[in-house]
């Protein structure tokens, strides 16, 4: 990146690519609280050049790993939102102020959204004993010690290779009380299948990316998982904010991203490829339902319920 890049832009975007910030809702929060900050601070006093620059630092942030629309959608909402409610703003201190305030008011989007999530998810599921979740969603987890706040429950969760992120997910349910039992990732789509261990009841996934078809991507595995549930008529729910749909699949199919051959074995030996997605697609034909800020939601309804609630979007 070029030396010009404020060091708190910089940094931002760093995170990113190293996961150091994970998740679409954490990348997204991260976007327009650092935004929000080189607002405050940038001693840019053209406008033009201002407006130049938000575009550019936003856009690169929320470009800083692909499969981020949460992000992407929230370049959209500053963006439209500073022409149609901030028209008279012709300076940058009036402008950087704007900035702040609709990054904060997106900032405040989310956290509502996932709030509402977490309460749709847990009337919904509220009579599940065992449940089943992958990688680390944190409205997942939330979920998840909802339902343990009504009943006990048991939750299993996949330890995630190559970076382990299950193990975050199983450390913040323990601390939440709830009793939680790792599976390896490769057992996990026939222990879903399977009572004989525990009969799972229902399994949640999150999302990175939604399709306008209704497919979710998510993390690698969650394709087998999603199968397996199918197969078994368990209901899946993929837990998520509808602000991931992301518009451009119209046109464009979801290209998923491919890691480090070092993430999955760092001495590899000379002349050995490695394949390291980060995600994969789980088809809607697998999903009984989206669980979103506006309840639950079929795969094929959910680009017309984004589109009539956030006019901006598009």
Same mark, same amino acid.
């Not at 990146?1 to 998740?23: E, F, L, R």
């Not at 940058?92 to 996932?114: C, F, I």
């Not at 309460?119 to 969603?137: I, Q, R």
């Given at each position: 990146?070029?030396d010009?890049v404020?060091?708190?832009?910089?940094?931002?975007?760093?995170d990113?690519?190293?996961?150091?910030?994970?998740?679409?809702?954490? *990348?997204?929060?991260?976007?327009?609280?650092?935004?929000?900050?080189?607002?405050?601070?940038?001693?840019?006093?053209?406008?033009e050049e201002f407006?130049?620059?938000?575009?550019?630092?936003l856009?690169?942030?929320?470009? +800083?790993r692909?499969n981020e629309?949460?992000a992407?959608?929230?370049?959209?909402?500053v963006?439209n939102?500073l022409?149609l409610e901030?028209?008279?703003v012709? /300076?940058?201190?009036?402008a950087?102020? +704007?900035v702040?305030e609709?990054?904060n008011s997106?900032?405040?989007?989310l956290?509502d959204?996932k709030q509402?999530?977490?309460?749709?998810g847990?009337?919904?599921c509220?009579? !599940?004993?065992?449940?089943?979740?992958?990688?680390?969603s944190?409205t +997942?987890?939330a979920?998840?010690?909802g339902?343990?706040s009504?009943?006990?429950v048991?939750?299993?969760?996949?330890?995630t290779?190559?970076l #382990?992120?299950?193990?975050i997910?199983?450390?913040? %349910?323990l601390? !939440?009380?709830?009793?939680?039992?790792? @599976?390896?990732d490769? !057992?996990?789509p026939?222990f879903?299948k399977d009572d004989?261990?525990l009969p799972?009841?229902?399994v949640?996934l999150?999302? /990175?990316? @939604?399709s306008?078809?209704g497919? +979710?991507l998510?993390? *690698?595995?969650?394709?087998s998982?999603?199968?397996?549930?199918y197969?078994a008529?368990?209901? %899946?729910y993929?837990v998520?904010?509808? %602000?991931?749909?992301?518009l451009?699949?119209?046109?464009?199919p979801?290209?998923i991203e491919?890691?480090?051959?070092?993430?999955?074995?760092?001495?590899?030996p000379e002349? %050995?490829?490695i394949?390291?997605?980060?995600?994969?697609m789980?088809?809607h034909?697998?999903?009984?339902? #989206?669980?979103t800020?506006?309840?639950? @939601?079929k795969?094929?309804?959910?680009e017309?319920?984004v589109?009539r609630e956030?006019e901006w979007?598009s």
């Amino acid at each position: 990146m070029s030396d010009t890049v404020p060091q708190v832009i910089q940094q931002t975007i760093d995170d990113i690519i190293a996961i150091k910030i994970q998740g679409a809702t954490n *990348v997204a929060l991260a976007t327009f609280i650092t935004i929000g900050e080189w607002a405050k601070e940038t001693d840019i006093t053209d406008y033009e050049e201002f407006k130049d620059k938000l575009g550019q630092y936003l856009t690169m942030m929320a470009n +800083a790993r692909p499969n981020e629309p949460l992000a992407k959608n929230g370049v959209r909402y500053v963006q439209n939102k500073l022409i149609l409610e901030y028209q008279g703003v012709k /300076d940058t201190k009036s402008a950087a102020k +704007a900035v702040v305030e609709l990054a904060n008011s997106y900032v405040k989007l989310l956290e509502d959204s996932k709030q509402k999530i977490v309460t749709h998810g847990v009337e919904l599921c509220k009579h !599940a004993d065992v449940v089943f979740t992958h990688c680390h969603s944190s409205t +997942a987890e939330a979920i998840i010690a909802g339902i343990n706040s009504d009943h006990k429950v048991k939750a299993i969760n996949t330890e995630t290779r190559p970076l #382990y992120q299950g193990r975050i997910t199983s450390k913040n %349910l323990l601390k !939440a009380g709830v009793e939680t039992i790792m @599976v390896v990732d490769s !057992a996990a789509p026939y222990f879903i299948k399977d009572d004989s261990f525990l009969p799972v009841d229902v399994v949640f996934l999150g999302a /990175d990316q @939604v399709s306008v078809n209704g497919d +979710a991507l998510n993390k *690698v595995g969650s394709f087998s998982m999603g199968l397996s549930a199918y197969f078994a008529s368990k209901p %899946l729910y993929v837990v998520t904010p509808s %602000l991931k749909l992301d518009l451009s699949t119209i046109y464009n199919p979801i290209k998923i991203e491919l890691r480090k051959d070092e993430e999955v074995w760092a001495d590899a030996p000379e002349g %050995l490829d490695i394949i390291n997605p980060a995600f994969d697609m789980v088809p809607h034909q697998f999903i009984t339902g #989206y669980i979103t800020e506006f309840g639950l @939601v079929k795969p094929e309804e959910l680009e017309d319920r984004v589109r009539r609630e956030y006019e901006w979007v598009s």
